[in-house]
Protein backbone atom coordinates (compact mmCIF):
# COMPACT_ATOMS: atom_id res chain seq x y z
CA UNK A 1 0.00 0.00 0.00
CA UNK A 2 1.16 3.52 -0.96
CA UNK A 3 0.50 5.97 1.31
CA UNK A 4 0.53 9.90 -0.57
CA UNK A 5 1.06 12.99 1.80
CA UNK A 6 -0.85 15.90 0.92
CA UNK A 7 0.48 18.21 -1.74
CA UNK A 8 2.47 21.52 0.48
CA UNK A 9 -0.52 23.77 -1.20
CA UNK A 10 -3.37 21.65 -0.55
CA UNK A 11 -5.88 22.43 2.11
CA UNK A 12 -9.01 21.06 3.51
CA UNK A 13 -10.78 22.07 0.69
CA UNK A 14 -9.22 20.57 -2.06
CA UNK A 15 -9.04 17.24 -0.26
CA UNK A 16 -13.57 17.90 0.05
CA UNK A 17 -13.44 18.16 -3.80
CA UNK A 18 -11.96 16.09 -6.36
CA UNK A 19 -10.28 17.39 -9.48
CA UNK A 20 -12.26 17.87 -12.48
CA UNK A 21 -11.02 16.02 -15.49
CA UNK A 22 -12.09 17.86 -18.58
CA UNK A 23 -13.24 15.32 -21.57
CA UNK A 24 -13.77 17.12 -25.02
CA UNK A 25 -17.17 15.25 -26.30
CA UNK A 26 -16.86 17.34 -30.02
CA UNK A 27 -15.50 20.31 -31.28
CA UNK A 28 -16.02 23.00 -28.92
CA UNK A 29 -17.64 20.85 -25.86
CA UNK A 30 -15.88 19.79 -22.91
CA UNK A 31 -17.61 17.81 -19.84
CA UNK A 32 -16.41 17.77 -16.71
CA UNK A 33 -16.04 14.30 -14.40
CA UNK A 34 -15.47 14.78 -10.92
CA UNK A 35 -15.52 11.28 -9.07
CA UNK A 36 -17.50 9.76 -12.00
CA UNK A 37 -20.44 12.61 -11.61
CA UNK A 38 -21.03 15.09 -14.21
CA UNK A 39 -19.20 18.10 -12.80
CA UNK A 40 -20.14 20.64 -15.38
CA UNK A 41 -19.55 21.55 -19.40
CA UNK A 42 -17.49 24.38 -21.49
CA UNK A 43 -19.12 24.93 -24.61
CA UNK A 44 -17.04 27.58 -27.28
CA UNK A 45 -19.11 29.73 -28.95
CA UNK A 46 -19.44 31.07 -32.16
CA UNK A 47 -17.63 34.34 -30.87
CA UNK A 48 -15.02 32.61 -29.62
CA UNK A 49 -15.73 32.50 -25.81
CA UNK A 50 -15.78 29.61 -23.55
CA UNK A 51 -19.34 29.41 -21.92
CA UNK A 52 -19.55 27.49 -18.36
CA UNK A 53 -22.06 25.72 -16.79
CA UNK A 54 -22.07 23.63 -13.22
CA UNK A 55 -22.95 19.85 -12.54
CA UNK A 56 -26.41 21.27 -12.92
CA UNK A 57 -26.73 23.88 -15.84
CA UNK A 58 -26.53 26.58 -13.97
CA UNK A 59 -24.02 29.43 -15.89
CA UNK A 60 -21.12 30.27 -14.36
CA UNK A 61 -19.77 32.97 -16.82
CA UNK A 62 -17.52 33.28 -19.68
CA UNK A 63 -14.03 33.14 -20.53
CA UNK A 64 -11.45 33.86 -23.47
CA UNK A 65 -9.76 30.73 -23.04
CA UNK A 66 -10.12 27.34 -22.38
CA UNK A 67 -7.36 27.61 -19.54
CA UNK A 68 -9.18 30.15 -18.03
CA UNK A 69 -12.66 28.38 -18.47
CA UNK A 70 -11.41 25.44 -16.41
CA UNK A 71 -10.14 27.70 -13.74
CA UNK A 72 -12.74 29.61 -13.28
CA UNK A 73 -15.18 26.11 -13.48
CA UNK A 74 -12.51 25.29 -10.17
CA UNK A 75 -12.99 27.93 -8.18
CA UNK A 76 -16.81 27.96 -8.62
CA UNK A 77 -16.51 24.12 -7.26
CA UNK A 78 -14.46 25.22 -4.14
CA UNK A 79 -16.32 27.92 -3.33
CA UNK A 80 -19.60 25.91 -3.32
CA UNK A 81 -18.10 23.39 -1.42
CA UNK A 82 -20.01 22.64 2.03
CA UNK A 83 -17.52 24.30 4.88
CA UNK A 84 -15.84 22.23 7.44
CA UNK A 85 -18.08 21.95 10.81
CA UNK A 86 -16.00 22.75 13.91
CA UNK A 87 -15.75 19.79 16.32
CA UNK A 88 -17.23 20.17 19.57
CA UNK A 89 -15.23 20.93 22.44
CA UNK A 90 -15.18 17.97 25.43
Known amino acids: MTIAAPRPTEGPADRAR ?3 AWTSIQAGLWVGNASGEFAGMIERGSSGEYFITDHRARPLGS ?3 LGEAKARHQRQRQLAAPKPQPQPKI
Open 18 to 20: PAV
Open 63 to 65: CTT
